[in-house]
């Protein structure tokens, strides 16, 4: 593995979601890497920052922010010019704030807001893969996160991360209403060509939805509908949330 592909190793690395075998290289280039070390300690202390704060149930604004702020930050690759540090006083920061003051100066910034919307999601028995899944695919170069936009229907509000080279993606979503009886929301990725069935959605009781996917090809459109309960191969209900890339 070369240095450059290393660099993206670094929200991974932090987040404990390496295979031995990468962690043994990322170690090794760790140990002659000050841009990586730095990388590392901001992330730590984000989720240092998010341990202390996961006590607190976060507002309806935090969640919006939060979702709002996935859509238009990613991971930078540690290579890419650092923004100048801010001179000026500042007043001294909540653990939240560090954490968002953290995501706007430091090429870990889309991996601690991406940590951060997993606590405000909840589901805390899931937190380490999903976080491990979300840094996979928000750390490739090639990565892209969208708002899916709400249709006649659609109660809530849904991101989708993806990577075309890692063929992964990731649904996080909240506010969903319960589907119809006997029905159920399913996630398409709409290439040029046709629409594929990506996954019957599991909403939980407080209508948020976390879903880790393949995406075997490069999507023009995402699209949830509603569908009978186990879902369907060519859609055939109504398009409730969508979104072209």
């Known amino acids: 593995m070369i240095d450059h592909e290393l660099h993206h190793l670094a929200a991974s690395y932090a987040l404990d979601a390496l295979d031995p075998d990468e962690r043994e290289a990322f170690e090794s280039h760790l140990a002659e890497c000050e841009v990586c070390h730095i990388d590392v300690a901001q992330l730590r202390t984000a989720a240092t ?3 202390e704060a996961q006590s607190v149930a976060p507002p309806p604004a935090l969640r919006a922010r939060v979702l709002d702020e996935i859509t238009r930050t990613r991971q930078q690759s540690p ?3 650092r923004p100048t540090p801010v001179t000026h006083p500042v007043q001294p920061a909540s653990p939240v704030r560090r954490i968002w003051m953290i995501s706007t100066l430091a090429a870990a910034a889309a991996m601690a807001l991406l940590v951060v919307a997993i606590s405000v999601f909840g589901d805390h028995d899931r937190t380490d893969s999903f ?3 979300l840094a996979k695919v928000m750390e490739q170069p090639d990565a892209q996160m969208l708002e899916l936009d709400a249709q006649p229907g659609g109660a809530g509000q849904f991101k989708v991360a993806w990577s075309n080279s890692l063929h992964r993606a990731v649904l996080i979503g909240e506010g969903l209403a319960p589907a119809p009886a006997g ?3 399913e996630l398409w990725l709409i290439t040029a060509e046709q629409s594929m069935a990506m996954h019957v959605l599991d909403r939980a009781a407080d209508g ?6 393949d995406a075997p090809q490069m999507p023009a459109k995402w699209a ?9 191969e060519v859609a055939t209900g109504d398009v409730i949330f969508i979104a072209s890339v």
């Open 49 to 51: 920052g998010l341990a």
């Open 79 to 81: 290579l890419a010019t």
């Open 131 to 133: 976080a491990g899944e």
């Open 183 to 185: 029905k159920a929301y």
């Open 208 to 213: 948020n939805v976390h879903v880790t996917l």
């Open 224 to 232: 949830i509908t509603v569908e009978p309960a186990a879902g369907a």
